[in-house]
């Protein structure tokens, strides 16, 4: 295997100035990634300069079989961690030919938002707790669990270290310098309370772009758990019963909030988004209310609720925001298989430009 | 293994001038690849000034067991990226001892189609799709599938990404990179309908280079699945039921089809294909009625019919074409196992040279 290796890490600027572009969109389930890759000519960092491209829509339900082109176009460029050299993975987003975006591709509406005068003042910025559960391949049953049966009960396993409390460690760290080589990022990595699960964060990220670099950072650790044999989960309650369930917390500043008296900013915006729990909750994840019990750290899914330093709460307001009188929130309602281009634009949106 | 390694990647060139030309050739069954290693004086970049060689006929049946030297000529010259340094790999055709091609050398009479003035005049470009599937070496079951069952219907692994989504990822990413050093023009690859299937694009490449470079590919890809313990296959449909077949779509423009005014040359030239329908298909691979059935993205092998966008017909004009009123168009029925030289000449003769 090792010889297949060497190809793929092949230097090939010592024999041509062409160079490989990976493509990524997200497919028809709204939850698939894809990809497929091209050369360029040369090397290209600028995603306004790269072409756009299309797709069979057809074979990922996104359009039927006789009208079946999809338009990709380049909206985000991060290096390329499998490839290396001058080869890039590009994040796109997909149009019908005509130029309308299709149903799927929610970038487009968050872009708008993004992009409103108000909202661009307000520079808010993300941090996205991603949590996610490592799968055996033919069983389907968590890394590291005995097959037919389950390990000891959660305890040890959050940050834990040792074969008996922490499983599939190498694809968490491949995955943590593959994404800051990608350009991510990542702001750090830490073992999850139910065994085989872990977290990783990406942030702080300003507007549109935490949507872009959490789904690279999913790509990577795709193509990562591929190379492990690995099968990885977004699912927001992997197993039932007295096991956590996996969230996408999602941690929220605008420059308001960050400056002096912010506290009084960030104490309205959860009020609105108090206003609005119902909407939220619809755009936070499919089957989340398996996960947002009240119990495991979650709150129940029909309340909003939030407090200081509470973990059992909707909105956790960390203790050094309120001491200082400004900082940040954790809204910890996204359920691991959110989409952040519809969670990032909705919280800026009902805090910023929604009035009740 | 790694000591065997090290002398397979030994670097020559700062001992001696000489260097190792891999001659490679069709064989008797107009699909299977045949190579053999001799060693040259010094470096060379021009076919025309190779030796021509020979080899034992009656082993590959192209010849007679009394009369069984077959002899190779050289006409393209690639970089070896298997001995790299100032290595060759060296595309040949197959004549025998009296000068005249054998019948399995198709690329002597494309050579005289592409010779022709007119077609010269019209700087015929290919870029061709080739699919393929990749096999267990020791079931023949394609890889990742389960041996004795199927995976899960087909959706999830058109471009997908994941363990449970890509099979043989690392063969087709070593391809595209030794294809690349190899001095092929590969444009790019992607992740089939079919899981374990994959699909890499050679071109725009004009005339009879295509199939050279074509042919080059295949032998790079046999090459690199001997390394990986997978077998390759070229079969046009190698999983009966709901499986995709493997085709080897054909993608044509001539300088005329690219200037203004192209898309009505495009018509003309739909229209002449119409009118030789039964002659392409019987040039277009063997066993391609188990494929062309209508279903899985295909024409029936019957009906010749073409539409804008339309991944059903036997001709699809691309959406972008038809907006710009030129471009080019793609020819969706030959198979996987199609001989390039047959299918990109006899597309030439019928739009240019044939008069209805």
């Not at chain 2, 001892?97 to 690329?107: A, L, Q």
Request: charged letters at 25%; proline letters at 7%.
């Amino acid at each position: 295997m090792s010889l297949i290796n060497n190809f793929i890490k092949f230097d090939l600027n010592e024999t041509t100035r062409k160079s490989i572009a990976e493509y990524l969109w997200i497919g028809g389930s709204g939850k698939d990634l894809r990809s497929k890759a091209r050369t360029l000519p040369e090397p290209v960092t600028d995603p306004a300069k790269l072409p756009l491209w299309n797709f069979d829509g057809s074979s990922t339900d996104q359009a039927p079989g006789d009208d079946s082109e999809v338009i990709l176009r380049p909206q985000a460029v991060f290096r390329d961690p499998f490839r290396g050299g001058s080869n890039i993975l590009v994040m796109c987003d997909t149009y019908t030919p005509a130029g309308y975006p299709i149903p799927t591709n929610k970038r487009f509406n968050a872009d708008k938002i993004f992009n409103h005068p108000d909202v661009a003042a307000e520079e808010p910025w993300f941090g996205i707790e991603q949590e996610y559960t490592l799968l055996q391949k033919d069983t389907r049953w968590p890394l590291g669990w005995p097959v037919g049966g389950f390990p000891g009960p959660q305890g040890p396993y959050y940050c834990g270290v040792g074969a008996d409390k922490s499983f599939g460690r190498d694809i968490v760290d491949a995955h943590y310098k593959a994404c800051l080589y990608a350009g991510i990022n990542i702001s750090g990595i830490n073992g999850e309370v139910m065994p085989a699960q872990w977290e990783f964060q990406v942030g702080p990220a300003t507007g549109i772009s935490a949507g872009d670099q959490l789904w690279v950072a999913r790509y990577i650790l795709e193509r990562i758990t591929e190379i492990a044999g690995v099968v990885l989960s977004f699912d927001p309650k992997p197993i039932p019963g007295d096991w956590n369930g996996a969230g996408a917390h999602t941690n929220y500043s605008t420059k308001s909030m960050r400056n002096d008296g912010g506290i009084n900013v960030i104490r309205k915006a959860i009020e609105k988004l108090g206003l609005r729990h119902k909407q939220h909750i619809a755009a936070y994840g499919e089957g989340n209310d398996r996960r947002l019990t009240g119990r495991h750290e979650t709150a129940d899914i029909n309340s909003f609720s939030w407090g200081v330093a509470n973990r059992g709460a909707s909105i956790r307001v960390g203790r050094d925001t309120e001491k200082a009188g400004k900082g940040y929130f954790e809204d910890r309602r996204p359920a691991s298989n959110m989409d952040p281009y519809v969670v990032t634009s909705m919280i800026a949106e009902t805090t910023i430009l929604w009035k009740p | 293994m790694s000591l065997l390694n090290d002398l397979v990647n030994l670097n020559l060139c700062d001992v001696t001038e000489k260097v190792i030309a891999e001659y490679i050739w069709i064989g008797g069954s107009g699909m299977d690849m045949r190579s053999k290693a001799r060693t040259l004086p010094g470096p060379e970049s021009d076919p025309s000034r190779l030796p021509k060689w020979n080899y034992d006929g009656s082993s590959t049946e192209q010849a007679t067991g009394d009369n069984s030297e077959v002899i190779i000529c050289p006409q393209a010259i690639f970089r070896d990226p298997f001995r790299r340094g100032r290595n060759m790999l060296v595309m040949c055709d197959a004549y025998a001892p009296t000068g005249d091609p054998i019948p399995t050398n198709k690329r002597f009479n494309a050579d005289k189609i592409f010779s022709h003035p007119d077609v010269i005049a019209e700087e015929p470009w290919y870029g061709i799709e080739q699919e393929y599937t990749l096999f267990q070496k020791d079931t023949k079951w394609p890889l990742g599938w389960p041996v004795g069952g199927f995976p899960a219907p087909q959706g999830p692994y058109y471009c997908g990404v994941g363990s449970d989504k890509a099979f043989g990822r690392d063969i087709v990413d070593a391809h595209y990179k030794a294809c690349l050093f190899a001095g092929i023009d590969i444009s790019g690859i992607n992740g089939e309908v079919m899981p374990g299937q994959w699909e890499f694009q050679v071109g725009p490449v004009t005339g009879i280079s295509s199939g050279d470079q074509v042919w080059m590919a295949r032998y790079i890809l046999e090459r690199i699945t001997e390394i990986a313990g997978a077998v390759l296959s070229f079969d046009p449909k190698p999983v009966l039921g709901d499986w995709n077949g493997a085709g080897a779509h054909t993608n044509y423009s001539t300088k005329s089809m690219r200037n203004d005014g192209g898309i009505n040359v495009i018509n003309e030239a739909i229209e002449k294909l119409s009118k030789r329908h039964k002659e392409h298909i019987a040039a277009y691979g063997k066993g391609n009625e188990r494929r062309l059935t209508g279903l899985h993205e295909t024409a029936d092998i019957n009906t010749f019919s073409w539409g804008v966008a339309n991944r059903g017909a036997s001709v699809r004009v691309g959406r972008d074409t038809e907006k710009e009123g030129k471009g080019y168009f793609e020819d969706r029925r030959p198979s996987s196992n199609m001989d390039p030289y047959v299918v990109t000449s006899m597309i030439a003769e019928t739009t240019i040279l044939w008069k209805p």
